[in-house]
């Protein structure tokens, strides 16, 4: 037995469930609490707001959306070759002063790290640094080597001779499949 083909024209009826009372609908048997039922035309009203939630949160993450622009985060990557036998000198100037020294001026410490193969095991010093913009990297850079303090702690972990040799600069934006960084 087949059914019969659905005609535009058609009508159908659906039964309906006994309606709840209009003037409240319970929370729960369980409980007093009652909740003043929504007319149909409130509801109807309200979804096109209740439709733009997931937009708002859409656009407040896009502060943090990765690429190019304005106001991205310009994330760079540093690399410091050093003089032979100086890499743990350089190491306690970034520990003991370098890293508040750089939050102090709007530089954001991402991560460090010491290469485990030859040939830069034992004299190079690789980490990212984040900044609000490109602009304000330049920013931060002029100020934090303006710093009377920065100085001081500078020319006295040389006191026994320069620590770097050279320092590699790449400035970088998150691609828009990278993970989120903490």
Known sequence: MSLPTPHWNCSIRIARKP?????????????SARI???KRRTL???LP??????????????????????TSTVYELRVYHTY?????DLLRRFREHTTQLFEKHGIK?????????EPLKGKTLIYIIAHPSREAAAANWKAFSADPEWQS??????????????????YLVLTDFSPPLR
């Open 44 to 46: 109807l009203q309200s």
């Open 109 to 117: 410490n991402v991560a460090y790290w010491t290469p485990t193969d």
């Open 36 to 38: 003043p039922a929504m």
């Open 153 to 170: 702690v500078r020319d006295k972990s040389e006191a026994n001779g320069k620590i770097v040799e050279k320092i590699d600069s790449t």
């Open 19 to 31: 309606r709840l009372s209009r003037q409240y609908i319970f929370a729960s048997p369980k409980t």
């Open 84 to 88: 032979d036998g100086k890499l743990d």
């Open 49 to 70: 707001a209740a439709a733009l939630l997931p937009a708002a949160a859409w656009a407040s993450s896009e502060r943090e959306k990765p690429g190019p622009g304005p």
